[in-house]
């Protein structure tokens, strides 16, 4: 079970096109930090798109704000992300550094942080399509690295979700095998970006999760450049896609139930 806090909806930045609400889960025993983006000025369901963060990031880093910003402003879609665990608002004294990179890579290499996070994304969804402006017929995933390691797994568990921009991880990374056979799951539209010089990932483990992926409609691009955040053609693809699916299953939802 969990419990929705809203603790305050205020503009985004110096503009007033961009809301955004703040909010807190209840779950299984944990606070789970949340945002969610939305356009200002536009009414009605519209496509939500969810972001998992990188690791040492947090809800509202650059990873997350860049792909939200032309979602929201161009497309209306609404754009939601919760911190990871031991990011942003879960730690006892926030930081975003290095620190919480190693952190992170300890707690992944344990193993048993994966199901959590399906539930604190599975609860958070279900708190997301009570608001009155999400389309629940179209619901995206966009995540890379960390964003992937724990993304693909929800992706798999979850039906909810049509279409999904994964990459830059793969099963050289100890404790990920479990993603290649979570791959298998996915039937949904998927993405999956790769970085020509990723210093963290081998080309052969990031393959080995993208072929194990059994969407029909699943595309690889390789991107120059070392494992940093996504920017320029990475970001514009990732736009695109998840506009054009989205909007898909929209107007066939839409149009299934008219007739």
């Known amino acids: 079970m969990s419990s929705e806090i809203i603790k305050s909806t205020r503009p985004f930045g110096a503009g007033d096109d961009i809301v955004q609400d703040d909010f807190t889960l209840e779950i299984e025993g944990r606070k789970v930090p ?3 983006w939305s356009p200002a000025a536009i009414t009605g369901r519209r496509p939500l798109v969810l972001v998992g963060h990188g690791g ?5 880093s650059n990873l997350v704000l860049n792909i939200m910003r032309p979602l929201v402003q161009r497309h209306g879609f609404v754009v939601a992300a919760i911190d990871g665990p ?7 004294v926030f930081d975003d550094g290095v620190a919480v990179r190693k952190e992170f890579r300890e707690l992944w290499a344990k193993g048993g942080s994966i199901d959590p996070m399906i539930a604190d994304w599975r609860a958070t969804i279900d708190a997301l399509c009570r608001r009155p402006d999400v389309d629940q017929q179209a619901i995206g995933w966009y995540g890379i690295s960390m964003g992937t390691a724990y993304g693909l797994p929800l992706v798999a568990a979850e039906p909810r979700i049509k279409a999904a921009v994964l990459g830059m991880w793969g099963t050289c990374r100890p404790g990920s095998e479990r993603l290649a056979s979570d791959g298998r799951k996915i039937t949904c539209p998927v993405l999956f970006q790769q970085k020509s010089e990723d210093e963290f990932f081998t080309p052969e483990g990031e393959a080995d999760v993208y072929e194990h992926l059994a969407s029909r409609d699943k595309e690889l691009r390789i991107y120059p450049g070392k494992h940093v955040d996504p920017a320029g053609d990475q970001i514009d693809d990732a736009e695109r896609f998840l506009a054009e699916r989205l909007d898909s299953a929209s107007r066939m939802h839409h149009l299934a139930v008219s007739h």
């Open 34 to 36: 949340g945002i969610v």
């Open 56 to 60: 040492s990031g947090h809800k509202a």
């Open 86 to 92: 031991v990011h942003g608002a879960r730690r006892k």
